[in-house]
């Protein structure tokens, strides 16, 4: 047996909760898209936007305004929203907006993890608040760091820059508390701001953070005048060849398919995305149905069903949202095996 299968088992032992889970799913998925017909997966891992308030305005940001909003329910109807959640899937990203905000997150995070008992719970944040809610790191499994730069810039009010320097200190804070592995630094990428990319890469092999990249959307499509910029594209083969040397989010394939805007099934039921009240979007946001609501249909699940009855299977969109969250559902479904195998190998 050659040494690399060997690590590939050894991984597959470390890690056999998460492979025992992968597996059934992917069969599930498996059953349904070529016995059913149905491109209507099952939900790995649930987004819950904790609310839609921000505390920047940065211009690239796809909830700033988004087009289907609700309101935040009390902290008791959120943790009811958590549970019903919690019956469908094991894992749930935190977003926003800026999850912090909400007086009540610390409380959230405790219930998702001690009394839900989610595997994993992750938190999306810009991190200028971190330092008020350490609290909050007790409860979760990881945190993903949105930057735009390593450099101070006082001058861009309400941007990323302009309070690099203290979300810059609350990383170092979180890295006294957790291995700094257990922090993803998300950064998104414009033909401006190669500098600045190329910069956190960097930050992010200094300090040992997982590094997380992918590319401003106009609007809904991609920005594809990138592709005739030589040196972005030197950028993605930049990011692919670090993979061999520091934690970078994504295989290889994946992120040639994300960055340089190759075609890619997007499958959106298995990353289900959940408004603060409890509603569920159906087949995915940027189509602005709700298919219901957590609070009174219990489960994604039922609510999946009756949005494939009420407004059909999922279209075919040709590849235009290069989300990371949107190509790593193509890969999960499609190319389980490979994309398994290399996230056990580097785990």
Known sequence: MSSERRALLAGMVRQYPLVLKNLKLYCQNLYRRKILRTNVVG??????????????????????????TSDEVSTDDTIRILRAIRRDVDTLL?????????????????????????????????????????????????????????IPDPSQSLSKPSVVSKVVENLMMVKTVWPPRSVTISAVVEGHNLDAMEGILEFCREHDFVFSVQSAQAGKYPNYALLTNPRYRAFVEKVVAARKTQPVNGTAKLLRTLLLYRDFTCYPTLFPRVNPNGDVFYPCEPLRKIAGNLLEDGSLRAIFARGRRLYGDIPECHSICYLFGNVLSSFYVKDFWGFAGDTIRRG
């Open 94 to 150: 935190i977003t926003g907006g800026e999850p912090l905000l909400r007086p009540d997150i610390v409380a959230l995070a405790r219930a998702a993890r001690r009394e839900l008992k989610y595997r994993s719970v992750l938190l999306v944040t810009n991190g200028i608040l971190l330092d008020k809610k350490r609290e909050l790191l007790e409860h979760l499994t990881g945190l993903v760091v949105s930057l735009d730069s390593v």
């Open 43 to 68: 939900a790995y891992s649930a987004v819950f936007y904790a609310t839609h308030k921000c505390n920047l305005d940065c211009l690239y940001c796809t909830q700033k305004n988004p087009e289907v």
